[in-house]
């Protein structure tokens, strides 16, 4: 990995962080949530920046980068007892497939509003491909970020317990 | 066993000083019965914190376990369904089941408070700890729901440079990002002062969304930039409802179907006003790809 990558890599990852902030603050979290969803939002996404970057396909890589964050989210939750869909939810965000959601719909209106065969051909092609895409990249973030709640269910719960 | 005259009577004046406070004690304790929860404020009680938690966001699994964790220190077994507009509960008394209840509770529509779950899950291990009584639960809990939310000034600041940020995870120039702030701080500015305002949220998502993309779609009518497409498809970005399709998806996951395809077409629902708005505003600006 050459420098401009690793430079490329530390960029996405501070706009994700960024970003996260952003997301997070709507939600109301406490100060200390906020900070931890920006540093696994920018652990998250960095991660599958570098997969998508060196090939993997987009919904693959997102469900990495996800499971990558759930983990980390449940040792965070240990630490400052507080539930780990707290962080992990709005370090989520950045990765929420909001273009293809739109492309999806603003295809559905284009082929509404059409008439020519060949264009429409064109408009179903795009709207199937966004459409799939949206929701394997959200069942992949979901299902990434709940790993740690479907394998190790007890203790997942258990995080804010003090005693 | 001896005792001398005058310890006797010591101990005499000793009990007759004390009559008065065994009298109070006794009385305390009939106050203490009298105190006993009814099987009505219990579960008027755990509706509201399950309603609580659902206008905040939470997902029914953590609902279900978070209350059910709290009836179980006050001595009760429940049975709980979450649906997108009420909850239902049933309550049984452990040791007397012919005491029960079925109480169904409306829940106010859905405000994202990510404190509010993370201090009710941590009350519930409480009270399930320590054993705490239903007065100090209540007590606690209404001081959880009446805390000051973020100042809507800095939450307006924050998501500006957030979606200007999101702009520049999409490869936009400084233009772009320029417009996608400003884009973003009109439109966000307009959704707080609707929500305030108490409109539909289906009309605040069009409307905000058509602000927003608006203002950020300028870049494509006076040629500013390299990137005007970028600034316009990455300024509605801040209104997708994620923490509702990431809890959709994981209620389906968990079993909890009916709630999570209600969450689903919520959101869903969202995501069509949103396009409606940018929609709008490419016509106005005279576009047609994205």
């Avoid at chain 2, 008065?20 to 099987?39: D, F, G, R």
């Amino acid at each position: 990995m050459n420098s401009d990558m690793f430079r490329m890599i530390l960029f996405d990852g501070l706009l994700a962080a960024i970003a996260a902030i952003g997301f997070a603050v709507i939600s109301n979290p406490s100060r200390k949530s906020v900070f931890v969803s920006a540093l696994l939002a920018a652990i998250g996404h960095a991660t599958r920046f570098f997969l998508i970057k060196s090939g993997m396909e987009i919904s693959l890589a997102t469900f990495v980068a996800a499971s990558c964050i759930g983990l980390m989210s449940v040792l965070f939750a240990k630490l400052i007892h507080c539930p780990a869909e707290v962080f992990s939810f709005p370090s989520l965000l950045p990765m929420i497939p909001g273009l293809f959601a739109y492309r999806t719909i603003l295809g559905l209106i284009k082929f509404m509003q059409n008439s020519d065969v060949v264009k429409s051909q064109q408009y179903m092609l795009d709207i199937f491909h966004n459409g799939l895409t949206t929701l394997f990249i959200l069942l992949a973030l979901v299902i990434g970020v709940s790993l740690p709640v479907l394998l190790f269910p007890k203790y997942s719960f258990r995080v804010t317990r003090r005693y | 066993m001896f005792i001398p005259e005058r310890n006797i009577e010591k101990l005499r004046q000793y009990f007759q000083k004390q009559l008065p406070k065994l009298q109070n004690i006794s009385s305390m304790e009939s106050n203490l019965e009298y105190k006993i929860p009814t099987i009505e404020q219990i579960s008027d009680l755990l509706t509201d914190i399950a309603s609580s938690l659902m206008t905040s966001g939470a997902h029914t699994m953590r609902i279900i376990q978070n209350v059910s964790r709290m009836a179980k220190t006050f001595g009760y077994d429940i049975d709980l369904s979450v649906f997108q507009l009420s909850i239902m509960m049933s309550i049984t008394n452990k040791e007397n089941p012919s005491n029960r209840m079925t109480i169904i509770k409306k829940t106010k529509p859905l405000l994202l408070n990510f404190t509010c779950v993370s201090d009710i899950s941590a009350l519930s291990w409480d009270t399930y700890d320590k054993n705490l009584p239903y007065d100090e639960v209540r007590r606690k809990f209404e001081e959880i729901i009446s805390q000051k939310r973020m100042s809507r000034w800095l939450v307006l600041i924050l998501v500006g440079f957030a979606n200007a940020a999101f702009c520049g995870l999409f490869k936009g120039d400084l233009y772009a990002i320029s417009l996608v702030f400003i884009g973003t701080l009109a439109g966000f500015y307009v959704r707080q002062e609707m929500i305030i305002k108490k409109i539909n949220h289906l009309v605040v998502f069009t409307t905000s969304a058509f602000v927003a993309s608006l203002i950020s779609g300028i870049g494509y009518v006076l040629p500013l930039g390299n990137t005007p497409e970028v600034a316009l498809a990455a300024s509605v970005l801040y209104l997708i409802p994620g923490v509702p399709l990431i809890n959709s998806v994981l209620d389906i996951i968990e079993g909890h179907i009916l709630t999570g395809i209600a969450r689903l077409v919520n959101a869903s629902s969202l995501i069509v006003c949103i396009a409606i708005g940018l929609f709008a505003s490419m016509l106005i600006l005279g576009l047609t790809k994205l």
